[in-house]
């Protein structure tokens, strides 16, 4: 038997998807999203078709995502074929954007203003229910040259 190479998986930016994470606090949110759900055990074509269907149906701040009744979620997440991961999808996204608003008041770039430094902001990020090393790793790839700016 012939042991297979494991594939790589693809590297996205935010940029592949029409976000300026450095000019726009909605396009980092948008990008973050996009980074929570390609974190998670899916194909991420699967994570990609399911993130527009949030954008498409306005679903792309901290506030609508927490306001969305659970049902709403999960036949969003359905619809994007998250069907294994349905239901524990939706519940996440309620704590995560529960807690972001309520520390953060929402926002991604004042948890970045409050961060002295890479390893404090991704700390932070992953204090955010449903957020691991591989969702702050892909999320803070785009975050990068906003600690740049600071040194400057």
């Not at 709403?72 to 608003?101: F, N, P, Q, W």
Request: glycine share 4%; aromatic share 12%; charged share 35%.
């Amino acid at each position: 038997m012939v042991a297979r190479k494991p594939r790589d998986k693809p590297v996205h930016h935010a940029e592949d998807f029409g976000l300026d994470v450095l000019e726009s606090e909605d396009d980092m949110f948008r990008w973050f999203l996009l980074a929570y759900l390609f974190g998670k055990p899916i194909q991420s074509a699967v994570a990609a078709r399911t993130w527009q269907l949030f954008v498409d149906r306005k679903l792309d701040t901290p506030w609508t995502i927490k306001d969305a009744s659970h049902h709403s979620l999960v036949r969003l997440l359905d619809e994007g074929k998250y069907t294994r991961y349905d239901e524990v999808t939706a519940r996440a996204l309620h704590l995560c954007m529960d807690y972001l608003i309520r520390e953060y008041e929402g926002s991604l770039l004042y948890m970045f203003e409050s961060s002295a430094d890479e390893e404090e902001f991704s700390r932070r990020l992953q204090e955010l229910h449903g957020v691991g090393p591989k969702t702050a790793e892909i999320f803070m790839r785009e975050t990068e040259e906003l600690f740049a700016r600071r040194i400057e």
